[in-house]
T-cell receptor, first 115, second 117 residues
Framework: AQSVTQLGSHVSVSEGALVLLRCNYS??????LFWYVQYPNQGLQLLLKYTTGATLVKGINGFEAEFKKSETSFHLTKPSAHMSDAAEYFCAVSLARQGAQKLVFGQGTRLTINP | EADIYQTPRYLVIGTGKKITLECSQTMGHDKMYWYQQDPGMELHLIHY???????EKGDLSSESTVSRIRTEHFPLTLESARPSHTSQYLC????????????????FGEGSRLTVL
């Protein structure tokens, strides 16, 4: 079975600093990987996803993530944090290629941006 | 702008009441899902549906039930609510591609936050 581990339930950075949110997965077959963001009192919004092809994936709001098979990682980065980036971030993995698409989520990382 | 809608957004009720959380999507997606999100933020799949008249239990056991009579509608029902049901419930949907595969992206509603006193 697949699983996702997000290192650090809380991450705090200064405005303008690098954002790095860590995600490691376990999977017996090549996974599909996702990062979602959740703002207060809202649902989840897709930031970016990796399915096949280029391992460096660019998403919305200046975020990007790199799929590293050898490290089973899919860390999320942004060069310069903005106050509006404060939110909860979820990494997710899926193996399903047919039928219902069941995502397994990590426990989430709360990102705080300090002025 | 969201194409998947959940109502109510917030609900506070007493123990023993029957409640239905509504979820509708206008994207024509075949697959729909309910996730439960605990106060500690983790999400767990409790129900999903491949299409009309299809419902399956998810990875987390839940006393709730679901139905899928129409493609666009996937309501969740609790016959007798208890304080342990207090949580946020997130509905999601995903499209099917022609070959039956999809890229995995789920589209989420804004959630229904349930508090049972």
């Amino acid at each position: 079975a697949q699983s996702v581990t997000q290192l650090g339930s809380h991450v705090s950075v200064s405005e303008g600093a690098l954002v790095l949110l860590r995600c490691n997965y376990s999977s017996s077959v090549p996974p599909y990987l996702f990062w979602y963001v959740q703002y207060p009192n809202q649902g989840l919004q897709l930031l970016l996803k990796y399915t096949t092809g280029a391992t460096l994936v660019k998403g919305i709001n200046g975020f990007e993530a790199e799929f590293k098979k050898s490290e089973t990682s899919f860390h999320l980065t942004k060069p310069s944090a903005h106050m509006s980036d404060a939110a909860e971030y979820f990494c997710a993995v899926s193996l399903a290629r047919q039928g219902a698409q069941k995502l397994v989520f990590g426990q989430g990382t709360r990102l705080t941006i300090n002025p | 702008e969201a194409d998947i809608y959940q109502t109510p957004r917030y609900l506070v009720i007493g123990t023993g009441k029957k409640i239905t959380l509504e979820c509708s999507q206008t994207m024509g997606h075949d697959k729909m899902y309910w996730y439960q999100q605990d106060p500690g933020m983790e999400l767990h799949l409790i129900h999903y549906s491949y299409g009309v008249n299809s419902t399956e239990k998810g990875d987390l056991s839940s006393e709730s039930t679901v139905s899928r009579i129409r493609t666009e509608h996937f309501p969740l029902t609790l016959e007798s609510a208890r304080p342990s049901h207090t949580s946020q419930y997130l509905c999601a949907s995903s499209p099917s591609l022609k070959r039956g595969y999809n890229t995995g992206e789920l589209f989420f509603g804004e959630g229904s936050r349930l508090t049972v006193l």
